[in-house]
Antibody
Framework: QVQLQESGPGLVKPSETLSLTCTVS????????WSWIRQPPGKGLEWIGY???????KYSPSLKSRVTISVDTSKNQFFLKLSSVTAADTAVYYC?????????????WGQGTMVTVSS | DVVMTQSPLSLPVTLGQPASISCRSS???????????LTWFQQRPGQSPRRLIY???NRDSGVPDRFSGSGSGTDFTLKISRVEAEDVGVYYC????????FGQGTKLEIK
């Protein structure tokens, strides 16, 4: 059974870069689309972007200028970098999987990792 | 951006009674391939979201058949025929036709 696990620092300073890793276990990272989604405390869900195992990416227009998603297929991991963070980037960050052609119908989610932006 | 608007935002329901959540999009969700990419997720307290319904009305395996999805174009509905205690949580619709955007969420609670 495929499982996703997010990891990374729980505290990031304002103006710095948030970096997270999602590790895929129980299956291959190949041939799926892998997304990052976030949820500010007490609020709704926001899609950040995705990567295909080939390395092609798409990002939310509202975050595009600050987001980079990359993949390491040899380690079955993909990554999120979000630059110039502010308090508004404080959220639980989830990684999630979608099958090709599913258009965001994420079928597997990680447990989420809380990231707080504060000095 | 396509805006997804859910109503109501809060839904108190008596156990065993039906519940209905509306989701409206600011643009048609019919994609160029003819499919409509509208998904419903359930987020129980303290948990990650879980997919319930994809492409408007396709229920995931393991999802009780009391959950059903319907709609077309810009208007969609998630129905629960008889609410059970385990259904408490927040329900999100999400469109995948024009980038990906979520509704604000509807919090279902037991009266």
């Amino acid at each position: 059974q495929v499982q996703l696990q997010e990891s990374g620092p729980g505290l990031v300073k304002p103006s710095e870069t948030l970096s997270l890793t999602c590790t895929v276990s129980g299956g291959s990272i190949s041939n799926y689309y892998w997304s990052w989604i976030r949820q500010p405390p007490g609020k709704g869900l926001e899609w950040i972007g995705y990567i295909y195992n080939s390395g092609s990416t798409k990002y939310s227009p509202s975050l595009k200028s600050r987001v980079t998603i990359s993949v390491d297929t040899s380690k079955n991991q993909f990554f999120l970098k979000l630059s110039s963070v502010t308090a508004a980037d404080t959220a639980v960050y989830y990684c999630a999987r979608e099958r090709g052609g599913d258009h965001g119908a994420f079928d597997i989610w990680g447990q989420g990792t809380m990231v707080t932006v504060s000095s | 951006d396509v805006v997804m608007t859910q109503s109501p935002l809060s839904l108190p329901v008596t156990l065993g009674q039906p519940a209905s959540i509306s989701c409206r999009s600011s643009q048609s969700l019919v994609y160029s391939d003819g499919d409509t990419y509208l998904t419903w997720f359930q987020q129980r307290p303290g948990q990650s979201p879980r997919r319930l319904i994809y492409k408007v009305s396709n229920r995931d395996s393991g999802v009780p058949d009391r959950f059903s999805g319907s709609g077309s174009g810009t208007d969609f509905t998630l129905k629960i025929s008889r609410v059970e205690a385990e259904d408490v949580g927040v329900y999100y619709c999400m469109q995948g036709t024009h980038w990906y955007t979520f509704g604000q969420g509807t919090k279902l609670e037991i009266k």
